[in-house]
């Protein structure tokens, strides 16, 4: 996912073996603390602005009486997101990766043995914001979901079917602002259809609310 | 720029500094090239939807008859954004990096090596969809621009600094739209300001065509 097309052929492909085979054995093992501790967890990645942080908010104001919500934010600077979502009263911890595009399983192993996981029941873990090098590396979550915004134009889904492959759902979010967008809805999820026809897509709006019951009930929330 | 951070630390150092100086030659490389054949080149960086291809457009409406322009477009898959500016009239070679989330110096210097870069005054290259890792491999370009949209959301600024402070200027792009989403351009660049109060900022709908000419005078075009 990383290093560019032409420094692979001359460099090594065993380095890159080796840190896809240490994200694997990381992301295993934060499944098994997952699964051991019967928390529910969720991988959100998107493009900046797509609405992650938004779609966070909304879910923990639904489930937030019902469940102890945990959020891990990453983000390569600023508290920003982690701040946005605490307000909301939910645990949260922020990841800044520095210069890395993506959060990795082993960051999120050492996240995880910062908190207590046996408190929590959901654990809702926003990705960098970038469409692309997330949905090289598992975490070890139960769902990956992918945010796409109309606010995006209508390319995203085409220019990026490894991304849309790597999901469990895709969520089109900000569907409030389609109409003053002039944006095609029904084209976008066109274009899902095609990279696979059985993805489960949710139309939503973090903002108004609109689709996130429908949501909540496809995760069994 | 790409690996995790963990990564970093227990793999290797050295291939890091390898890949990168092996990017730092094939840039000095190709801005020799550039400069022995009088091409202007510009690397736009941006992320997905900021409207960079449309400002690649637009650029060439107004350039098209005084300049002959060759354009790179770059992304992961697909050829739509070199299809669009080809309608231009304008010579394109589109770069596919499968999974490489940027470009970089060797894969231009690939490029360059396909076309007759005597036969152009002008080379603009649209980097991969990214805000995040372009900013970390020079082309060996004359000017790098960022494209921020008021599509994006109020924190893509405080987010990427490294990404605005690699930039020789910036341009918020569909200002066009930014009543509609109630978006403060004001602020926007009140945070560009806070990471370089130097840095030219240009705000521009590459729609209306509102700001291009003074970015094309900014550029010395």
Redesign the interface.
């Known amino acids: 996912?990383?290093?560019?097309?032409?420094?692979r052929k001359?460099?090594?492909i065993d380095?890159r073996k080796?840190?896809f085979g240490?994200?694997e054995n990381a992301a295993v093992l934060n499944a098994e603390n997952f699964k051991a501790h019967g928390v529910f967890s969720l991988d959100i990645m998107g493009?900046?602005?797509t609405?992650k942080t938004q779609l966070i908010e909304a879910l923990c104001e639904r489930l937030g009486k019902k469940y102890r919500i945990l959020m891990f934010a990453g983000?390569?600077?600023?508290t920003?997101?982690a701040d946005r979502v605490a307000a909301h009263g939910v645990d949260t911890v922020q990841i800044n990766?520095?210069?890395?595009?993506?959060?990795?399983a082993?960051?999120i192993k050492?996240a995880l043995q910062k908190v207590k996981l046996a408190d929590y029941h959901i654990v809702f873990i926003e990705n960098?914001?970038?469409?692309?090098?997330p949905a090289?590396?598992s975490l070890g979550v139960d769902k990956k979901v992918v945010v796409v915004?109309v606010?995006?134009?209508p390319?995203?889904i085409?220019?990026?079917?490894?991304t849309i492959k790597s999901a469990d759902m895709i969520v089109i979010n900000k569907i409030d602002?389609a109409e003053?967008?002039e944006f095609d809805i029904d084209a976008l999820e066109a274009d899902i259809r095609e990279v696979d026809a059985d993805l489960p897509v949710f139309r939503i709006s973090s903002k108004t609310g609109e689709g996130i019951e429908e949501l909540i009930a496809a995760l069994s929330l």
Chains 1, 2 share one sequence.
Do not use: F
């Not at 983000?75 to 600023?78: C, E, I, N, S």
């Not at 960098?128 to 090098?133: A, P």
């Open positions: 996912m990383n290093e560019p097309e032409n420094a001359t460099v090594t380095i080796d840190l240490a994200n493009s900046v602005g609405g983000d390569l600077a600023t920003i997101d990766t520095g210069t890395a595009c993506h959060l990795d082993r960051m050492v960098v914001g970038n469409l692309i090098c090289g590396y915004s606010t995006e134009g390319y995203m085409q220019k990026h079917p490894l602002l003053a967008l």
